[in-house]
């Protein structure tokens, strides 16, 4: 990941412990945050230049429209099971 992005994870799931592996593994915890559960999505979403929604489960959910609502990008990565 270049040196000038920052990545923050905002959310909870199974895999936020081997995320939380990885990121230890590629040595870019200075460049990753992880939020857990977000109260104020709308001000978190202000704060972005991009959102992206990665999902083993919804295509197209409500958190792309919540990012496209507040006029930025969002790429969206279906993951299959």
Do not use: W, Y
């Amino acid at each position: 990941m270049p040196k000038e992005f920052h990545l923050t994870i905002a959310g909870e799931g199974d895999e936020r412990g081997r995320i939380e592996q990885l990121i230890q593994e590629l040595q870019v915890a200075n460049q990753i945050t992880m939020l857990g559960n977000v109260a104020d999505v709308v001000k978190l979403i202000q704060e972005t230049d991009i959102g992206l929604l990665c999902s083993k489960q919804e295509g197209f959910g409500l958190a792309a429209v919540e990012i496209m609502a507040g006029k930025k990008p969002v790429v969206l990565q279906e993951f299959q099971v």
